[in-house]
């Protein structure tokens, strides 16, 4: 008996499906459910001529699934995306191949919703400036992301590239954001901070952040390189997705604890938050730093298939 065709969607289609807020609630309804990111499937990454290919596969409740991911740093410069991809998901009993996907746009979705789902609970209940550092696919899905757990009322946009930069600001003003070409300093009155660059140093200066303020840092994914300084650190409660992950490949926390300046067991896992088991500190800074997990990737795309 011949096996049933699978559906291959287009990125279209999937965001059509699934938008921002039901990925982010998707995300929240299956930690608090039981979905335990230390369990999950080693991500593989292996270095190329020019670049690296990565392999992320993962389990959880009814499906398995996997991506196939590329990173090629010079495409920019070619006219091509650095990260491209595809995503196979399939039934867990049978382990029938069911979707394959738009692995960038299933990244373009569930690294915001990530974030969203954890900033729900560590961000503060009003946003008046959010400030993101960088202009390309992810600062973009991070503004949208904020903007489905919080009012923002303006935001500033901090990037390498000013016509880049003046460019999404355009976009954000034609979607009816406040929003502005803005400096590192504006950090100074941000209630949330999002860093989502290719930077190898860090992006701001954490001596101007806010007590009440949440930043998220997605960008750095090497143990070597980092968006966020030592003394922002230093002074925070950290959130990550799971501290194994995190003390082997952000940089982030990695070199300030080599300065000894942050000790690694008061590092929080994102579900202990979400289940209630650690509480929000609210009188000093929180920082979500994102090393990006192969069940993030499964969520979101269990979550468009039971959408069809």
């Known amino acids: 008996m011949s096996a049933s065709p699978i559906t291959c969607m287009s990125g279209d289609e999937m965001v059509r499906l699934v938008n921002m807020?039901?990925?982010i609630r998707a995300i929240q309804r299956d930690l608090a459910a039981g979905l335990d990111p230390a369990q999950d499937l080693s991500r593989n990454i292996i270095d190329l001529e020019h670049g690296q290919l990565?392999?992320?596969?993962s389990r959880y409740g009814d499906f398995v699934g996997a991506k196939v991911s590329t990173v090629a740093p010079d495409n920019p410069a070619i006219g091509r995306d650095r990260i491209q991809g595809i995503y196979l998901l399939m039934d867990a009993l049978t382990l029938g191949p069911l979707l394959l996907l738009d692995g960038q746009v299933l990244t373009a979705l569930r690294?915001?919703?990530v974030s969203a789902a954890i900033g729900d609970h560590l961000a503060p209940p009003v946003v008046e400036h959010l400030v993101v550092f960088g202009s390309g696919t992810q600062a973009w899905g991070h503004v949208e992301a904020m903007r489905a757990i919080r009012a923002v009322g303006r935001v500033s946009v901090v990037g390498r590239d000013p016509r880049r930069s003046s460019r999404f600001v355009e976009r954000l003003v034609s979607d009816g954001q406040d929003a502005r070409v803005g400096v590192a300093a504006d950090v100074r009155d941000a209630q949330v901070i999002v860093c989502a660059t290719t930077s190898r140093t860090p992006v701001l200066d954490?001596?101007?952040?806010?007590?009440?303020?949440?930043?998220?840092?997605v960008g750095s994914h090497e143990p070597d390189s980092r968006e966020l300084d030592s003394s922002l650190v230093a002074r925070a409660q950290v959130v990550v997705e799971d501290p194994s992950v995190a003390l082997r490949e952000a940089g982030?926390?990695?070199i300030p604890m080599s300065e000894g300046r942050f000790v690694a067991s008061t590092l929080v896992a994102m579900r202990d938050v979400i289940t209630g088991v650690v509480d929000v500190d609210r009188t000093r800074p929180r920082i979500f730093k994102s090393s990006g997990m192969p069940w993030q990737d499964l969520v979101v795309a269990a979550e468009i298939y039971r959408a069809q």
Do not use: K
């Open 21 to 23: 807020e039901q990925a």
């Open 54 to 57: 990565l392999y992320m596969p």
């Open 111 to 113: 690294t915001p919703a």
């Open 206 to 217: 954490g001596s101007m952040v806010l007590e009440d303020s949440l930043a998220i840092a």
């Open 252 to 254: 982030d926390l990695l």
